[in-house]
């Protein structure tokens, strides 16, 4: 089922984008768990497009809310991507099978982020732990992955395509992170998230190198900003800033 559904969409991606990747030399030949930034909702087709083209077929952790949508759900499952619930239990059972894919030498994507990024300028945000736990428990190399431009032609949380002029999709695929160093140790909280940080910092750098330019001293923290962790958020007039989110 993936072959199928990567049949009809890289002849489209083809079309809709020119393509600058880099960096994919850097992809392991084993297990691995690949962790981009997210700032549009047609990320996974742009990062999953570089993969398979790779010959490292990828398992997306989606939303669970994702499986529920008639047609959309069915594919999710035939093409063996993993639900992420929210729960405690929900989020074990979705870290267990993708330690499965990893064992068994696939490509994992888990975007740090949660959702897409809530920063102004597009930049990353803060991230979550489940990356870093994944690899911690596994073993497994983390390998962070920055892209520009998809968001020019479907920008967050919009409503149709900006097709013309043609854009570019550009991608930069980093060393594997180091976190050797966490070994070991007690996956709590303080250590999760001081990986997760490397993590974020890695992803942040590549992103940096893409735009040409410096990323924000402070990470955008969607807490600190009264925003909630998931679903889409709106810009309020009082404020001129990011508001409180709207579940989708």
């Excluded at 990320?43 to 990828?58: A, F, Q, S, T």
């Excluded at 991507?81 to 990893?102: D, K, M």
Aim: with cysteine; proline share 8%; charged share 20%.
């Amino acid at each position: 089922m993936f072959a199928v559904l990567a049949g009809i969409a890289r002849p489209l991606m083809n079309i809709l984008m020119a393509k600058k990747w880099e960096g994919t030399e850097k992809l392991p030949a084993g297990g691995f768990i690949a962790a981009p930034n997210h700032c549009t909702e047609i990320d996974p087709i742009v990062v999953g497009h570089m993969l398979y083209n790779m010959k490292r077929p990828p398992h997306f952790l989606a939303k669970s809310g994702l499986f529920k949508v008639p047609v959309l759900g069915s594919l999710l499952r035939a093409a063996n991507q993993i639900p992420v619930e929210r729960s405690t239990t929900g989020a074990n059972r979705s870290l267990q099978a993708a330690q499965e894919v990893v064992d068994g030498g696939g490509a994992i994507i888990i975007y740090p982020e949660g959702t897409l990024t809530r920063d102004p300028d597009l930049w990353p945000m803060k991230g979550h732990t489940g990356a870093a736990r994944l690899a911690i428990q596994t073993g497994a190399p983390v390998v962070p992955i920055a892209h520009w431009g998809a968001h020019e032609v479907f920008p967050r949380y919009a409503k149709r395509l900006y097709v013309f002029p043609r854009k570019t999709s550009r991608i930069l695929v980093g060393d594997p992170v180091d976190l050797s160093a966490f070994q070991g140790r007690a996956l709590d909280r303080a250590t999760l998230v001081e990986a997760t940080d490397i993590i974020m910092g890695a992803i942040t750098e590549l992103l940096s190198t893409l735009r040409g330019e410096e990323p924000p001293a402070e990470r955008w923290d969607p807490a600190a900003h009264n925003q909630s962790k998931h679903g889409r958020f709106q810009a309020t007039e009082e404020t001129g800033t990011n508001g409180a989110d709207g579940q989708q």
